[in-house]
């Protein structure tokens, strides 16, 4: 079964440049989450989805930061004019209804902003 | 109170040792409770969810203790395999809202 997957890999930008992450969740999946990883600050939630409905977006740190699901298929993470302060590990997740079921991860995106 | 609050680590223990994590939460009304696994540079993968009853699988035992506010992750027999980073999770909902919680984890590495 395919996993949640997104893309890029790996991103290296310079700082101003505008950056996209994209994720496609799990078939079926009700709800896609958006993550940030960092050594300092750990895993935060950025924003979540519903039926691509956004539900809870109090995460995402700023204007620059701005979320959008089209479709049940597909979701993007945008941030615009990107930081040196913005490199972190993001994470998309999905997940079925139900409170019991557990979020699944994508492998994540490593960025890097210069 | 942090949300969700775990032991700072880092464990390091022999091949063999039984490890304990604990983990508190100050939502009162969060619901579900998972542990998740995080190997270096990987994603968060389910380690096993925790019900109120505790909750065992093989050397892996849960429990969770809803007046305390607290929940535990007992390894038998630790393995070098399981050196990874351990997180705990608390999930609040209601309705469509869903939340997760994560602590920021506790770092075990199993020595041979």
């Known amino acids: 079964d395919a996993g949640v997957i997104q893309s890029p890999r790996h991103e290296v930008t310079e700082m101003g440049q505008e950056v996209t992450l994209r994720c496609k969740p799990i078939?079926?999946?009700?709800?896609l989450f958006w993550y940030r990883q960092t050594m300092m600050r750990g895993l935060e939630l950025l924003i979540y989805?519903?039926?691509?409905?956004?539900?809870?977006d109090s995460g995402m740190p700023e204007d620059r930061f701005s979320a959008k699901m089209p479709n049940a298929s597909f979701s993007t993470l945008k941030i615009q004019p990107s930081e040196p302060r913005d490199s972190a590990v993001y994470f998309c997740?999905?997940?079925?209804?139900?409170?019991?079921?557990?979020?699944?991860f994508g492998d994540g995106t490593r960025l890097s902003i210069l | 109170r942090k949300e969700v609050e775990q032991d700072p680590g880092p464990f390091n223990v022999p091949e063999g040792a039984t490890v304990a994590f604990n983990c508190t939460y100050s939502?009162?009304?969060?619901?579900?409770f998972f542990w998740y696994r995080q190997d270096c540079r990987k994603e968060p993968k389910l380690l096993m969810s925790?019900?109120?009853s505790g909750n065992e699988d093989g050397r892996f035992t849960a429990q969770l203790n809803r007046a305390s506010q607290y929940i535990s992750l007992l390894i038998r027999d630790s393995k070098l395999s399981d050196s990874a980073t351990y997180l705990c999770?608390?999930?609040?909902?209601?309705?469509?809202?869903?939340?997760?919680?994560f602590g920021k984890g506790t770092l075990l590495t199993v020595n041979p």
């Open positions: 997740a999905s997940k079925t209804a139900g409170s019991n079921q557990p979020q699944h």
């Open positions: 078939s079926g999946h009700d709800y």
């Open positions: 989805f519903n039926n691509n409905v956004p539900i809870d």
């Open positions: 939502n009162s009304a969060s619901q579900s």
């Open positions: 925790v019900y109120s």
């Open positions: 999770v608390v999930a609040n909902s209601g309705g469509s809202n869903y939340k997760l919680t």
